[in-house]
């Protein structure tokens, strides 16, 4: 895959920027109001309209801001916001008593719901619109909104994505594969984000990759942020966008900024404006990557951009495993790396590797196996943290806190029972596969 150019596909999510209400305005009201500006004495007038009317235009315009300015006929928001508008003028009527721009207000109102053919009686929108309608926060788009008929909408649905070690895989369907993927292959690749990842083979003779490069795109989203690329490489994870930057947009706060660099080896992003939030650590010489993001835009992608590991996995041809488990290879002497300058790497017999894995996982589900392959593949106790980490990432990240272990399968598709003896048989010949 390469650089993924920054578009935003016809039909995408993000709500089109809207009118400002007056401009909806009958022509005799506009003119009214601009009167009221000129006439002698409209200071006095104006400042009687704190009585509250324009509290109540400025909720209303903020609460419009996000339709669409070229709808016609009914539509559910706007006739929910102009009952809004209305119902808080009314409840001014006293102290405003008297006050043109009040007066030309609702006589604005009435109008409005007669072109919109909105009726009196209905929902309203929230009562805090600057919180319902922020367009750089994922949080505040229409899908965390209210339905029609005021009934409370779920809150949007999270899909989490992990790679690491040789590399191991874990998709947005909770899919666990182990590939080899050597060169560089796409991650995800939608309407508003791209992360490239780059393999390269981790021992001479094995199929088996590591991770030594990751690009990431967020590209342009509104006024929110323009496009920030990332990237990082073996020893070299910055804190910071190519462009130097550490944000995008110029809200308060950032829809996009990483948030720091731990010892040069943890990176945290946040993008408010797509709900998505990105883990990249380097462990030993290779670099993983997690990643939280809504499944509606996990899913906005053309029909070109089908070949995304984290949406459909690993093709067949580049996966090791097959099942759901990983066979652990035979390992009968050090596996050298890197090389006819490299040298001779510790061997770990299963017993060693799984009681190295054991220092820092206490379940052994697929993390705990994939750290005794990765041994048994590698030699690089490296492997252990990086198997370590991604498990963090998992419980840091991924929405539903009863999916966070993967456990391998049997024959027939069940969660297989934690036993030494389905470790030892189920994976004891996958240097059988690995180093074909």
């Not at 006929?73 to 809004?84: F, I, Q």
């Amino acid at each position: 895959m390469g650089s993924a150019a920054p578009s935003r596909a016809a039909g995408a999510e993000p709500p089109l920027a809207a009118p400002r209400p007056l401009r909806a305005l009958p022509g005799l009201l506009l003119l009214l109001l601009g009167l009221v500006v000129l006439l002698p004495g409209s200071g006095h007038c104006l400042r009687r309209a704190s009585c509250g009317i324009q509290k109540c235009t400025k909720d209303f315009v903020s609460r419009t801001s996000h339709l669409n300015a070229d709808l016609e006929g009914l539509d559910p928001e706007y006739c929910k916001a102009l009952r809004a508008y209305s119902v808080c003028t009314s409840h001014n009527s006293k102290v405003c008593r008297g006050n043109l721009v009040y007066h030309s207000t609702v006589l604005g109102i009435s109008d409005l719901m007669a072109q919109r053919n909105c009726t009196k009686d209905g929902p309203t929108s929230s009562t805090n619109p600057e919180m319902t309608h922020d367009r750089c926060n994922y949080s505040g788009h229409t899908e965390a909104g209210e339905h029609q008929g005021g009934e409370k909408a779920p809150p949007p649905t999270y899909l989490f994505c992990g790679l690491f070690g040789d590399p191991h895989l874990r998709t947005f369907k909770d899919h666990f594969q182990t590939c080899k993927v050597e060169g560089a292959w796409p991650l995800i690749d939608n309407n508003y984000l791209s992360v490239q990842v780059t393999n390269v083979p981790v021992v001479p003779g094995s199929s088996a990759t590591a991770t030594n490069k990751i690009t990431i795109i967020f590209k342009s989203y509104q006024d929110c942020t323009d496009q920030k690329v990332y990237q990082a490489v073996t020893d070299d994870l910055p804190a910071a966008f190519v462009d130097g930057t550490t944000s995008g947009g110029d809200g308060k706060p950032r829809s996009l900024r990483i948030l720091g660099n731990v010892s040069g080896k943890f990176v945290e992003m946040h993008a408010r404006h797509i709900g998505t939030t990105v883990h990249v650590r380097q462990l030993g010489q290779y670099l993983t990557l997690a990643i939280r993001m809504p499944r509606k835009l996990a899913m906005a992608f053309q029909d070109s951009q089908d070949l995304q590991l984290c949406v459909n996995g690993c093709p067949s041809g580049e996966r090791i495993d097959v099942r759901g488990h990983l066979p652990l290879p035979v390992v009968g002497k050090s596996l050298p790396r890197g090389g006819a300058a490299a040298h001779p790497r510790p061997v770990y017999t299963l017993e060693t590797a799984t009681t190295k894995c054991q220092e820092k996982m206490l379940v052994k589900d697929l993390y705990f196996d994939s750290c005794v392959f990765d041994l048994l593949t590698t030699g690089d106790a490296n492997f252990t943290a990086a198997a370590h980490g991604a498990l963090q990432d998992v419980e840091a990240l991924h929405p539903r806190k009863e999916h966070w272990h993967i456990f391998p399968r049997s024959g027939g598709g069940t969660v297989g029972r934690d036993s030494k003896v389905f470790v030892s048989f189920g994976l004891v010949c996958l240097i059988l596969v690995a180093f074909l």
